[in-house]
């Protein structure tokens, strides 16, 4: 059986119409301020929705049907295709001339990564700054409905294992379902961005600021309004705790936020993965806090000592920024890789933890953590008892050897990638620090990374090939890597 091209080519028109219709929305934000960038965004809106009314015009009659392939086909070039017409508003506007820097900021936006090559940001149109963070929560939107319904029909990355814990109506009917399931956490996914929008107004922030905060938070995306970041609060605890918040909830399973406003709470508090998501992040608060508030030599600049004074302020920071990596959000409110060498090595560490399954967040997840070092601690008691059938449990279930195959694999892979992604960017000049920062930031979908890609600095310093790059990284990263890299195998195109 050959591909459904017809039904691939129709999908992309539709993801062009919709990427148009939010560039729509963007126009309108860029004629209220009247910032001088209202027909150049609205001309990328016309060309986007025209291609996509072709293809979907053209297409036509298709066979209504995505089989696994047409799904990673599907997946992996909805992305590209929407990153590659997220360009035109930053070309058409001036705003970034270079291809090359507009296409790594849109895929940094669309796989909500939040890496810039922005040297001045607050210099931009306010259109073009809605649109940056659109992007984010666009990418967010769509990764909310491919972790809980596309990647377990594909069978990636152990995502099967919450599936069935998806909202929904249950049944063999999977595309009910999946429509069912979308719509319910689309909308709290755009409830949440209201509720912090709202919040972060009252807490002082402008409402186009807390527009673009809140469209970056709930994605766990990073790009902010200002050039300093969050650090731009730095003196409003009140704005900085409400992104915490909003961001640990970004972070966390959508699926849990779904039975919190159902009233089964208790499924909440039995799921193994929050549980251990929220301790990780208590846990490493207080000893970044500790080092912070003891060892740290931070500039009174940096941390603004509020009435509560320095404790507070060392407690703030430090969960702020916990929160940010393991979430991979990369809001900063000062440059943590200078506070000590300790810390520098324990954020780096938290790159490669990631946030809850079925969130937003990027790196490689909690879930898939638990059930290596599960697998790994029973296979002392194999090794005992040979004949023994010891499985792996999880949320007090089986896990089948074929789900912890599966993210053994996805682990070696994301490790490998990561090795790999810091030699070329070592053999593109990056020093040390700065090369294994940007792999594991790219990676996992952190944004602010190490030495030259520190959070006070950009990317923008990265050689042409090495922001194509990092990319490719993002891309990898955001897509659960085998989406992506079957579809660079030969076997793939064969005929069935």
């Given at each position: 059986?050959?591909?459904?091209?017809?039904?691939?080519?129709?999908?992309m028109g539709l993801l062009l119409l919709c990427?148009?219709?939010?560039?729509?929305?963007?126009?309108?934000?860029?004629?209220?301020?009247?910032?001088?960038?209202?027909?150049?965004?609205?001309?990328?809106?016309?060309?986007?929705?025209?291609?996509?009314?072709?293809?979907?015009?053209?297409?036509?009659?298709?066979?209504?049907?995505?089989?696994r392939k047409e799904g990673y086909i599907v997946?992996?070039?909805?992305?590209?295709?929407?990153?590659?017409?997220?360009?035109?508003?930053?070309?058409?506007?001036?705003?970034?001339?270079?291809?090359?820097?507009?296409?790594?900021?849109?895929?940094?936006?669309?796989?909500?990564?939040?890496?810039?090559?922005?040297?001045?940001?607050?210099?931009?149109?306010?259109?073009?700054?809605?649109?940056?963070?659109?992007?984010?929560?666009?990418?967010?939107?769509?990764?909310?409905?491919?972790?809980?319904?596309?990647?377990?029909?594909?069978?990636?990355?152990?995502?099967?294992?919450?599936?069935?814990?998806?909202?929904?109506?249950?049944?063999?009917?999977?595309?009910?379902?999946?429509?069912?399931?979308?719509?319910?956490?689309?909308?709290?996914?755009?409830?949440?961005?209201?509720?912090?929008?709202?919040?972060?107004?009252?807490?002082?922030?402008?409402?186009?600021?807390?527009?673009?905060?809140?469209?970056?938070?709930?994605?766990?995306?990073?790009?902010?309004?200002?050039?300093?970041?969050?650090?731009?609060?730095?003196?409003?605890?009140?704005?900085?705790?409400?992104?915490?918040?909003?961001?640990?909830?970004?972070?966390?399973?959508?699926?849990?936020?779904?039975?919190?406003?159902?009233?089964?709470?208790?499924?909440?508090?039995?799921?193994?993965?929050?549980?251990?998501?929220?301790?990780?992040?208590?846990?490493?608060?207080?000893?970044?806090?500790?080092?912070?508030?003891?060892?740290?030599?931070?500039?009174?600049?940096?941390?603004?000592?509020?009435?509560?004074?320095?404790?507070?302020?060392?407690?703030?920071?430090?969960?702020?920024?916990?929160?940010?990596?393991?979430?991979?959000?990369?809001?900063?409110?000062?440059?943590?890789?200078?506070?000590?060498?300790?810390?520098?090595?324990?954020?780096?560490?938290?790159?490669?933890?990631?946030?809850?399954?079925?969130?937003?967040?990027?790196?490689?997840?909690?879930?898939?953590?638990?059930?290596?070092?599960?697998?790994?601690?029973?296979?002392?008691?194999?090794?005992?008892?040979?004949?023994?059938?010891?499985?792996?449990?999880?949320?007090?279930?089986?896990?089948?050897?074929?789900?912890?195959?599966?993210?053994?694999?996805?682990?070696?892979?994301?490790?490998?990638?990561?090795?790999?992604?810091?030699?070329?960017?070592?053999?593109?000049?990056?020093?040390?620090?700065?090369?294994?920062?940007?792999?594991?930031?790219?990676?996992?979908?952190?944004?602010?990374?190490?030495?030259?890609?520190?959070?006070?600095?950009?990317?923008?310093?990265?050689?042409?090939?090495?922001?194509?790059?990092?990319?490719?990284?993002?891309?990898?990263?955001?897509?659960?890597?085998?989406?992506?890299?079957?579809?660079?195998?030969?076997?793939?195109?064969?005929?069935?």
């Open positions: 059986m050959g591909l459904n091209t017809r039904i691939i080519i129709h999908i990427n148009g219709s939010f560039m729509l929305l963007a126009a309108f934000v860029s004629g209220i301020y009247d910032d001088g960038a209202t027909l150049d965004i609205t001309l990328s809106a016309i060309v986007t929705m025209l291609f996509g009314i072709m293809a979907m015009f053209g297409t036509r009659g298709h066979k209504k049907e995505v089989k997946v992996t070039f909805g992305w590209i295709i929407m990153s590659i017409s997220g360009t035109l508003p930053y070309l058409f506007s001036g705003a970034i001339p270079s291809v090359t820097d507009a296409f790594f900021e849109t895929i940094s936006g669309y796989t909500t990564t939040g890496a810039s090559i922005l040297d001045d940001i607050e210099a931009l149109p306010e259109g073009i700054l809605f649109w940056r963070s659109l992007t984010h929560w666009i990418g967010g939107m769509g990764i909310i409905v491919l972790a809980i319904a596309i990647l377990p029909l594909l069978g990636i990355g152990g995502m099967q294992l919450f599936a069935a814990e998806a909202p929904g109506p249950a049944g063999d009917k999977l595309h009910p379902r999946i429509t069912d399931t979308a719509k319910r956490l689309w909308l709290i996914y755009f409830g949440y961005t209201v509720a912090e929008t709202i919040l972060l107004k009252l807490a002082g922030m402008s409402l186009f600021d807390a527009m673009n905060h809140s469209l970056a938070t709930l994605s766990t995306g990073g790009f902010s309004t200002k050039n300093a970041s969050l650090a731009y609060w730095n003196n409003q605890p009140l704005i900085q705790y409400i992104i915490i918040l909003f961001m640990f909830l970004a972070g966390s399973n959508f699926v849990l936020s779904y039975f919190a406003f159902t009233g089964k709470v208790q499924r909440i508090l039995k799921d193994e993965e929050f549980k251990y998501y929220a301790s990780f992040i208590v846990l490493f608060t207080i000893a970044a806090a500790l080092v912070v508030y003891f060892k740290a030599n931070v500039p009174v600049s940096d941390f603004h000592p509020m009435v509560l004074g320095e404790g507070e302020s060392a407690f703030r920071h430090a969960l702020f920024q916990v929160v940010a990596v393991v979430t991979t959000t990369g809001f900063v409110t000062a440059d943590f890789t200078g506070w000590t060498p300790f810390l520098t090595v324990f954020f780096f560490g938290l790159m490669f933890l990631g946030g809850s399954a079925g969130s937003t967040a990027g790196g490689i997840k909690v879930m898939r953590h638990l059930l290596i070092i599960k697998n790994g601690i029973l296979e002392f008691k194999r090794t005992l008892h040979t004949n023994a059938i010891i499985p792996v449990r999880y949320n007090n279930k089986t896990v089948t050897e074929h789900i912890v195959y599966n993210i053994i694999a996805f682990f070696v892979l994301y490790m490998l990638l990561f090795i790999i992604g810091s030699l070329v960017l070592g053999f593109l000049g990056l020093d040390f620090v700065s090369a294994i920062g940007g792999s594991a930031s790219s990676l996992g979908n952190v944004g602010p990374a190490f030495g030259s890609l520190n959070p006070i600095s950009n990317y923008n310093s990265l050689p042409n090939i090495g922001k194509w790059w990092c990319g490719f990284l993002m891309l990898l990263g955001r897509l659960e890597l085998f989406t992506v890299l079957i579809i660079l195998t030969p076997y793939f195109w064969k005929k069935a």
